[in-house]
């Protein structure tokens, strides 16, 4: 296991954790200046409904950091959603072609700059790696993308319908 800053664990998310993974993406969100405020509700509502589906379908797992002394207290996270892709090239030979995006890498405010999303993507990088999935992608905002880059996340070609043809 990765090693943790001190006093800091890391844990799978459960059902239980709904709406803190909420909270986390209503965060990430706002810090983005990405969503009004009058929007936060609904958001919060529909990010909590697709986390419940998600997590008990194994679609969605997260990793939430917390301090030792108080467990409930979940200071960040990170999710992967996990998802059967076509076969590629480099990808045959009976193993099971499957993608993971990583979304939803959050600290609270009072406890970042302090390793804890880098802790976190190391324990959701180890499950990627233990379980085979192919490719793992991610979209970085300008804050998060020196992080992802220590990690060892590069640029690619992706490109994105910015309209849908009308």
Same mark, same amino acid.
């Given at each position: ?5 001190p ?6 998310a459960?059902?239980a954790d ?5 909270r986390?993406?209503?965060g ?6 990405d969503?009004?405020?009058? =929007? ?12 419940r589906?998600?997590l008990?379908s194994? =679609? ?5 950091a ?17 998802r ?19 979304? $939803? ?10 390793g804890?999303?880098?802790l976190?993507?190391r324990?959701l990088?180890?499950?990627t790696?233990? $379980?085979?999935l $192919? ?5 970085a905002?300008d =804050?998060?993308?020196p ?9 690619? $070609? ?5 309209q849908?043809?009308?």
């Open positions: 296991m990765p090693s943790s800053p006093d800091i664990q890391v844990r799978r459960t059902l709904v709406m803190a993974l909420a986390h993406r209503v990430m969100y706002r810090d983005m200046g969503i009004p405020e009058s =929007e936060e509700a609904q958001f919060l509502e529909a990010s909590a409904a697709y986390f589906i998600a008990a194994g =679609e969605y797992l997260a990793w939430l917390f301090p030792s002394t108080s467990p409930g207290e979940i200071v960040a996270g990170a999710g992967l959603i996990v059967p892709m076509i076969p590629r090239p480099g990808t045959t030979g009976g193993i099971e072609v499957r993608d993971a995006q990583v979304v $939803n890498v959050y600290t609270e405010v009072a406890w970042r700059r302090r804890i999303a880098a976190v993507m324990h990088l180890e499950y790696t233990a $379980n085979h $192919n490719r793992v992608s991610l979209h905002s =804050e998060g993308r992080l992802y880059e220590s990690l060892g996340f590069a640029p690619t $070609n992706e490109m994105r319908l910015a849908p043809p009308g």
